[in-house]
């Protein structure tokens, strides 16, 4: 027995491949974008609220203001991170 996949067939699931592999990239490039507020980073870092707002306020920190409030994007926080800095530069 012989099955024949009519030519169209096979360009829809083609084409439909293609859109799933852009949807999973623009996926992983949205997960990738991820911005906290001062409230936020101080619950993951531990550290106060006011001593949160201290860092964002800083000029050398990659934050930005955001309506009433600051943000910092993840990544540019880690990378601000993984360069030693002098404890008592807050």
Same mark, same amino acid.
């Given at each position: 027995?012989?099955?024949?996949?009519?030519?169209?067939?096979?360009?829809?699931?083609?084409?439909?491949?293609?859109?799933?592999?852009?949807?999973?990239?623009?996926?992983?490039?949205?997960?990738?974008?991820?911005?906290?507020?001062?409230?936020?980073?101080?619950?993951?870092?531990?550290? %106060?609220?006011?001593?949160?707002?201290?860092?964002?306020?800083?000029?050398?920190?990659? %934050?930005?203001?955001?309506?009433?409030?600051?943000?910092?994007?993840?990544?540019?926080?880690?990378?601000?991170? %993984?360069?030693?800095?002098?404890?008592?530069?807050?």
């Amino acid at each position: 027995m012989e099955v024949v996949i009519n030519e169209d067939l096979k360009k829809q699931v083609d084409e439909m491949k293609d859109i799933l592999d852009l949807i999973e990239k623009t996926r992983l490039k949205a997960d990738a974008l991820r911005f906290i507020t001062t409230r936020e980073f101080a619950e993951l870092s531990g550290w %106060s609220e006011p001593t949160a707002q201290k860092l964002f306020n800083r000029d050398d920190f990659p %934050s930005c203001d955001f309506g009433k409030e600051k943000i910092a994007e993840l990544s540019a926080v880690i990378q601000y991170f %993984s360069v030693p800095r002098r404890k008592n530069a807050l």
